[in-house]
């Protein structure tokens, strides 16, 4: 079932002729219920898939804006549990858009990966990426979400090589994720030029839809990398405007969606405006 | 009487090829990371299989680390306890004053190899950020360590001797800022800076293949003790005691010995405040298995698997993991793992001052807290050997502030 929610989605997409705009969300950050809040004003933003991190203690692959989303989360209690209840609660208003699941792999170890996954297509999730699972560790994994008929999405990256790719993409399904820097989230910026040779190196290795992350955060990107790939990713950029707004003493809601929606503008008419150019 | 095992057994067959110590080990990194993991594993097999870097690196330990580093029969400590024979393996008198150089300098002769030009490096109490520091000054490599804030704090010294030897010194403020903080931080380097960055890990942990590289670098210690306690008794000992914090002086000596059924081998990790306190580091008697910094081992968690903080007077043990093999060591039953609290070896510390005129570094102390255990195990007859993993000159100022003394 939750397969067909991305490859459906995917396949929209394709028919209007435009990327994906993938926006990446803290589960509970800064609290459950904000956070609840954000996730079901997303797909009205204009977020055609969602990322729901799961907090981790020691986000290894993360720079400090993620980092801190995911302290913020679990200093308010957030767990894997409760992420899963979100998505549920989400599922009850919006039963289309596609939610991947990201983080790390020791709550998973924790919960055993054949009850995470059953508890996860319960709640309504369709995907999972762990940023410390590579393909030589995945088998067991792999094997789990298989059997729920979830998609597991293994990261490619610039050090990997075709070999790799093809390792990687034979145990993805729904889309392709290329991470586009070498590095942790939100500090490099992502250049569409440099991205584009390897997007079509993804494609070609799987025949996936591509959707590119890390070090996207302004439209102008956003909409660049959309000219070239399949989706854009939104992560670290989203989280800042939580602690913006949490500093200034704003409504995090209304910021992080207004961000949500000046990115996802940017990536609709990307391919319209560059016919007209 | 224990006589050397006349063939290898199971035990030295580990790990596998996919780095794993029955459960444990493994290569939980990022994709970014593995491609570089590979070309490690695949140099590394390359140096260990190369007579040339073997003569190379065994030149540098006898004449710069200063190998091999005596075995010494500690007569006083001996008749304290009045039972087996003790022997200190006194890696503290080594370059630096630790065992960690034994591993550094393994490291740095195949960064050097693999044609890296830059090295990063955590550390805990500051003794691996040093020996590392070191042998960058002496190749000429530049040195960024990073070092969890409150281990800065607590180990001044050792961040000025790392300055002098000049390595740039990161404090490292996320998390609990110590040790495992400090090991992300150096993973979000080295995943940034992929082309030109060795990363020197200081213990037998992370992702494959560091914990069987180090290991396989610091069972010089072992490999000596063999050969000088043959020299000094005529057969080997009948128990090893090390302390273990991720495990590396622990593996290196207890590895020589595994096939030996006989001898004995016991950890000792830090209690803390307490095994009942919950303010501990103790991984294996107070953990259970999960997967961080790119091994599954036994590790400090909370119940939805979050990283819980580890407490310890010694920023060397203080952190919530431990090396894969020692996992499997204790879960097949062929090693024991016992707790020593801060309490109890601050008491080791000051008695091993007093008796045998040697500060040993509070880490060693946790082995020493527990030779009383170790030596009536083995009975009067015995011979334990501990291995005398660094030297105290660091530690002076915290053993004062928790006896209440100003210097």
Redesign the interface.
């Known amino acids: 079932m939750t397969k067909t929610r991305i490859d459906a989605r995917f396949a929209a997409l394709k028919a209007e002729g435009r990327a994906a705009f993938v926006a990446y969300v803290m589960a509970g950050d800064p609290d459950y219920a904000t956070g609840l809040e954000i996730l079901k004003g997303l797909p009205g933003a204009g977020a055609d898939l969602i990322e729901v991190g799961f907090p981790f203690s020691d986000p290894m692959a993360e720079g400090p804006p993620i980092q801190r989303a995911a302290l913020r989360a679990l200093n308010k209690g957030m767990t894997l549990s409760k992420t899963l209840q979100m998505i549920a609660a989400f599922r009850q208003v919006d039963q289309t858009t596609p939610i991947v699941l990201m983080g790390y792999a020791n709550p998973l170890i924790n919960r055993g990966f054949e009850t995470f996954a059953r508890d996860a297509a319960a709640a309504g999730a369709d995907g999972l990426i762990v940023v410390d699972i590579p393909p030589e560790e995945a088998d067991p994994l792999a094997d789990a979400l298989d059997a729920e008929q979830l998609s597991l999405l293994l990261l490619s990256t610039p050090t990997s090589d075709d070999a790799r790719l093809k390792i990687i993409l034979k145990r993805t399904s729904g889309f392709a994720y290329y991470v586009s820097v070498a590095g942790v989230t939100g500090v490099k910026e992502a250049d569409a030029a440099t991205v584009a040779p390897h997007v079509e190196r993804v494609r070609a290795a799987g025949g996936l839809p591509v959707c590119v992350g890390f070090g996207i955060k302004t439209p102008e990107r956003a909409a660049a990398v959309a000219r070239v790939a399949d989706g854009v990713v939104v992560g670290s950029a989203l989280v800042d405007e939580v602690a913006e707004a949490l500093a200034v003493n704003e409504s995090v809601t209304a910021r992080v969606l207004s961000k949500v929606n000046s990115l996802a503008k940017a990536v609709r008419s990307a391919r319209v405006e560059s016919l007209t150019v | 009487m224990n006589a050397p095992s006349p063939a290898p057994n199971d035990y030295s067959a580990y790990p596998d090829a996919?780095g794993r110590f029955g459960d444990y080990g493994?290569?939980?990194?990022?994709?970014?990371?593995?491609?570089?993991v590979h070309e490690l594993d695949a140099a590394y097999r390359a140096a260990k299989a190369d007579p040339a870097f073997q003569a190379e690196l065994s030149s540098f330990l006898t004449h710069y680390v200063g190998r091999p580093s005596p075995l010494y029969f500690a007569e006083r400590l001996t008749q304290h306890y009045g039972g087996a024979k003790i022997y200190l393996k006194r890696e503290e008198l080594n370059h630096t004053g630790s065992h960690k150089i034994n591993n550094c300098m393994g490291q740095i002769l195949l960064a050097r190899r693999m044609g890296k030009t830059r090295i990063i490096a955590e550390t805990g109490a500051g003794q691996h950020g040093v020996a590392s520091a070191t042998v960058c000054a002496r190749f000429g490599l530049p040195c960024v360590v990073y070092m969890g804030a409150v281990d800065v704090e607590r180990q001044k010294p050792n961040v000025f001797r790392m300055n002098l030897l000049g390595a740039q010194v990161e404090a490292v403020t996320?998390?609990s800022a110590t040790l495992?903080?400090a090991m992300?931080e150096a993973?979000?380097d080295w995943?940034?800076n992929?082309h030109d960055t060795y990363y020197m890990i200081g213990t037998a942990a992370g992702m494959h293949p560091y914990p069987e590289m180090v290991r396989d670098f610091q069972s010089v210690i072992g490999q000596e003790v063999r050969e000088q306690m043959m020299a000094a008794e005529g057969r080997l000992p009948d128990a090893v005691v090390a302390c273990v914090g991720g495990g590396s002086n622990a593996i290196g000596i207890f590895h020589p010995f595994l096939n030996d059924e006989g001898v004995r081998l016991y950890g000792v990790e830090a209690a803390g405040e307490g095994m009942d306190s919950g303010r501990h580091a103790a991984a294996i008697n107070g953990g259970r298995?999960?997967?961080?910094?790119?091994n599954?081992t036994y590790?400090l968690?909370d119940?939805?698997?979050?990283?819980?903080e580890a407490h310890s007077i010694s920023a060397g043990l203080d952190y919530p993991g431990i090396g894969p093999e020692h996992s499997w060591l204790h879960d097949v039953g062929r090693a024991t793992y016992l707790t020593a609290t801060d309490q109890d070896s601050l008491e080791a510390f000051t008695l091993l001052a007093q008796l045998e005129g040697i500060l040993p570094a509070i880490e060693s102390a946790h082995a020493l807290a527990r030779l009383p255990e170790v030596v009536k195990d083995v009975g009067k007859d015995g011979i334990v050997v501990l291995n005398l993993s660094g030297r105290g000159d660091k530690d002076v100022a915290t053993v004062a502030a928790h006896l209440g003394r100003t210097i």
């Open positions: 996919q493994g290569r939980y990194v990022p994709e970014t990371l593995m491609p570089l996320s998390g495992k903080d992300n993973l979000r995943v940034t992929v298995p999960g997967v961080l910094h790119g599954m590790l968690q119940p939805e698997g979050q990283i819980t």
